[in-house]
């Protein structure tokens, strides 16, 4: 709704009686007779005596115009400046009483996010859901310079949103997502908008979004949250683009740490955020696993667990209700007797899974005193109490929210990266753990960052250039620091897409072609240097020959590699 029709319909009332008042003052004076200098009697106009009313009606101060007034007339202007104050303090009340009613702060807020989002001029990707995934997910896109723009149903998500220190402005919008309207304010048929990610921990919301997304913009590209199988199948029947389900990706990480922990080390290095501290390989045991909780995350870990050929104790409070199996434990895994039943004297593993954090907490501290030896699991819900899991020293933390994050950046900033991984599944740890050992001696203690190069006329001229005139460029050139080609940049490349041909780990000596697409691994810092060479002629020379060349029209000639003319 329109903010200056709804203060209009408000204040009508107000501005009703102080038109009223003012229009019964001017007339007043227009129809009592006064008196000009000689005595004779004279009627005031409508223009004198609406100005006469004006400045005495707001100042109360003013002089008799344009002859001192009769008695009637000064009894006359007694009155008015009553009534007209009258007018004026019910119209100011109406008006700051307006101020602050609910209903027309939303609206002014919903109309200044509609201006911010049609003020846009940059790509931006439509996020609805502010939770701890959302949010997390925000702050990796604006690390990696994406605008955003938020709509979530919880005031206070948009609340600490517009707190949030983001470097960049992230509109926020207070308003239920399924609904249609609210995505086309939001952005969603803006013409710089790129993508819908649906995070709202509602299936049937992401599942509205996702429908309305590909009818009304079906060119976008969709990513949404399924924590059902039933979801997750209805959202594909229709395209959806990307589908994530936390449980399961954890799940599946979970079975590759079990029976390939180097995949499942360079799985987690390739995807961490930037600033995580470098993981060391993780060694999942096989024997007997406890698994606490049986609703979709525990089902989602058994299944994977049984296809390992691991046996699992579970532990369930509502066993019926979860369709648990016959020999599921009653319990929370909270109570010493329950974990004592569950055989934990003889597990290896045991996984908190239940749906409450301090639960979770609680297994763990219970199981390791009964059993210091475990491999703890943990599932964590809650963003706000990292400090409480990272204290408890868990081996593994499944926090939904930043496993669909991870995963959305991977989709959304590096699409030839899902291609390597899906390549690394293909392989055996043996290769795994040879591309760990070159990642760490390239970055040492840092966390390898992923970045893709396009060889093409816009994003490498330099490079395109030479390659469209016929010279031969070897992948080893870009390594070479562009201020010293002697030395090596901390980078190398994990796969070069070219055309229909995905190659991987591709040689120094592999010559380049115009239209590659590079997935580069390394320090990020390179990717700055590797850029300028492959824009810079000069560079990119110097790189390839050793020869130094000097750039600018007068220092080419100085150099006397300038002909004169």
Known sequence: MNAIFLLLRRMRWPLAILIGTYAIAILGFVLIPGQDAEGRPWHMDFMHAFYFVSYMASTIGFGEIPYPF??????????????????????????????????LRRVLRRNAFERQVRALREPFYLVCGYGDTGSFLVQELAGHGLRAVVVDIDAERIDAL???DLGLRVPGLCADAADPSTLQIAGLTHPHCTGVIALTNQDAVNLKVAITSKLLSPGLRVICRAESQTAAANMASF?????IN????????????????????????????LGTPLQEPLAAPRGLWILCSYGRFGKAVQRFLNFEGIESVIVDHAPAAMEAPPDTITGRGTETVTLREARIDEAVAIVAGTDDDTDNLSIVMTARLMNPGLFIVARQRQRQNDALFQAADVDLIMQAGSIIARKVM?????????????????QDDDWANVLISRIAGVTG??????????????????????????????LGALYADPRDRRQLMPCFALMIARQDQEIFLPGEDHRLAAGDRLLFCGVLESADHLSWTARNENVL?????????????????????????
């Open 541 to 565: 020379n110097y790189v390839l020959t050793g020869e130094e060349r000097p750039s600018g029209t007068l220092w080419r000639w100085l150099a006397g590699s300038v002909p004169d003319r």
């Open 410 to 426: 991977a989709l959304l900033t590096n699409p030839l990266l899902s291609a390597f991984l899906r390549e690394v599944r293909h």
């Open 239 to 243: 395209g959806t683009d990307d589908i």
């Open 246 to 273: 936390p449980f399961e990706s954890f799940a599946d990480r979970l079975s590759m740490a079990l029976h390939s922990p180097g995949r499942y080390t360079l799985f987690e290095w390739l995807t961490s955020p």
């Open 445 to 474: 203690d840092a966390i390898p960052d992923t970045w893709v190069m396009t060889v093409d006329a816009r994003e490498t001229p330099a490079l395109w250039k030479a390659l469209q005139a016929g010279q031969a460029v070897p």
């Open 162 to 164: 517009s707190m949030a």
């Open 70 to 103: 009769t008695g009637a007339q000064r009894l006359w202007t007694s009155l008015t400046i009553y009534l007209t104050v009258i007018g004026w303090l019910y119209s100011i009340g109406a008006l700051l009483t307006l101020m602050q009613d609910a209903a």
